[in-house]
């Protein structure tokens, strides 16, 4: 059983930015691929970005593109995203996934989910 719990979400201005942290427990963080989701209210959740297990590969929704930078850190069992530019259309529940790969990839599919943490951003 892995756990992930996200942090640093809170309330900002169009235009301001963000950084969340997911924190990752056990001792195989290195061989995750890992993601970042969000659910909007009334919405179906929607991918952000994926890094691979060693960060070597991002991917990111053309929605984020430029604005968003995805990373991790596996000394520290932590993934992040850095959210600059934002906008109210970015306002969601923010969620962290991974997913055990063998292969340095970014996944499609992820076995575990992080509680969220909400982005709020005021026009």
């Known amino acids: 059983q892995v756990q992930l719990v996200e942090s640093g979400g809170g309330l900002v201005q169009a235009g301001g930015s963000l950084r969340l942290s997911c924190v990752v427990s056990?001792?195989?963080?290195?061989?995750?691929?890992m993601g970042w989701f969000r659910q909007a209210p009334g919405k179906e959740r929607e991918f952000v970005a994926g890094i691979s297990k060693t960060g070597g590969i991002t991917r990111y929704a053309d929605s984020v593109k430029g604005r968003f930078t995805i990373s991790r850190d596996n000394a520290k069992n932590t993934l992040y995203v850095q959210m600059n530019s934002l906008k109210p259309e970015d306002t969601a529940v923010y969620y962290c996934?991974?997913?055990?790969?063998?292969?340095?990839?970014?996944?499609?599919?992820?076995?575990?989910w992080g509680q969220g943490t909400q982005v709020t951003v005021s026009s």
């Open positions: 996934a991974a997913r055990p790969s063998q292969s340095e990839i970014v996944a499609t599919t992820y076995d575990y």
């Open positions: 056990g001792r195989t963080f290195n061989t995750y691929a």
